[in-house]
């Protein structure tokens, strides 16, 4: 389906994020959740990320699913904040390719100023994901409380 | 990856919850991510969703990415609920197979008692997600503030 022809069936409750929109958000917050096509079907996956030039970097185990992707893979990108009481929030969809990253001058930046993962143990794997398509919404629902 | 490798790289930061602790998650929340491989790639959309025999059930629009479900698709399904300052939360995945609802008795109770979709517009196309696997795992940072 054409991004077009999503946009075009947003409803009143649901407006449109701008691409400035969605990479402030995407640069204000820390947790979101990787979805990968795995060989045993579809995985979403919570990680601690980083905007980090205009990419989506990550660490992880290479040990772990997410070290499949160390090679250039399809993947998407979930950032949401949603009230089920208030019936209100926002959410953004990175669409783009994850890879392994391996320039020394990044590497190094990524280590001192980069993700900070919670899970202990090793994570020396740098997993960034260059966005093809960041789209965003907002819905308020017609019969909030 | 087998469920049992993933487990024992639990760390310390990490606990497993019980099957039971996941059914009660999704039981209590509203609000998840579909996560599917479609031709593009892979997708992550959140839904309204009722936890409803022990199946995941949302409405979507026929016409939408997700009316692709209606034929039996492996998907992922997440619900979390993560405090990015106090990096704490839990999150849950259901790993199964998604379907058209097509018994009639279902549907009609569905239509009385099942998930409220917040976006308005012809959403009459009901998607259960059967788990093959339900587990999830709660997460306190060692360095939480």
């Known amino acids: 389906m054409s991004e077009v022809t999503e946009k075009r ?3 009143s409750n649901f407006a449109e994020l701008s691409r400035s929109e969605c990479e402030k958000l ?3 917050h820390s947790v979101g959740r990787v979805g990968l096509s795995a060989p045993t079907g579809p995985q979403i996956l919570p990680v ?4 980090y030039g205009q990419t989506v970097v990550f660490r992880t185990s290479p040990y772990g699913v997410l070290s499949s992707l160390e090679r250039h893979t399809r993947v998407a990108f979930e950032i949401d904040d949603i009230d089920e009481e208030r019936k209100s929030g926002w959410s953004v969809l990175v669409l783009g390719s994850a890879e392994r990253v391996t320039q020394q ?3 190094s930046t990524l280590w001192k100023e980069g993700p900070v993962p919670w899970a202990s143990g090793t994570r020396n794997l740098f997993i ?3 966005p093809d398509s960041i789209t965003g919404r907002s819905v308020r629902a017609p019969f909030a409380d």
Not at 48 to 51: D, L
């Open 105 to 107: 001058y990044t590497l």
């Open 9 to 11: 069936r947003l409803t």
């Open 48 to 51: 601690t990320y980083a905007y």
């Open 128 to 130: 960034a994901i260059t």
């Open 26 to 28: 995407l640069a204000e």
